[in-house]
Nanobody, 122 residues
Framework: QVQLVVSGGGLVQAGGSLRLSCAASGRTFSNYAMGWFRQAPGKEREFVAAISWSGGSTYYADSVKGRFTISRDNAKNMVYLQMNSVEPEDTAVYYC???????????????WGQGTQVTVSS
């Protein structure tokens, strides 16, 4: 079992930056690949970024590639999402997730944090 607590959301102007954090507790953090997902009002939850167990590999959704960066610190049991050049279309509730597989597939993640609201004003 892994518990995930997400923080760092808020209101930001278009073109600005925000960093989301996800703190993990429970079993060995480095056993899990980590992902960030988001859900906008009226839309399905979608993949944003993922990072492998050691942090050596990453995946990004095309919509955030070049603007967002996922990273992890296994010594601190933390995963981060640095969001730069944000756009109004990035407005959503953001979730972090942990899974045994390094994947973009939402359904293959086993544990989920509570989500944090990110609102980008134009």
């Amino acid at each position: 079992q892994v518990q995930l607590v997400v923080s760092g959301g808020g209101l930001v102007q278009a073109g600005g930056s925000l960093r989301l954090s996800c703190a993990a507790s429970g079993r060995t953090f480095s056993n899990y690949a980590m992902g960030w997902f988001r859900q906008a009002p009226g839309k399905e939850r979608e993949f944003v970024a993922a990072i492998s167990w050691s942090g050596g590999s990453t995946y990004y959704a095309d919509s955030v590639k070049g603007r967002f960066t996922i990273s992890r610190d296994n010594a601190k049991n933390m995963v981060y999402l640095q969001m730069n050049s944000v756009e109004p279309e990035d407005t959503a509730v953001y979730y972090c997730a942990a899974g045994y597989r390094f994947t973009t597939v939402l359904g293959l993640y086993n544990y989920w944090g509570q989500g944090t609201q990110v609102t980008v004003s134009s």
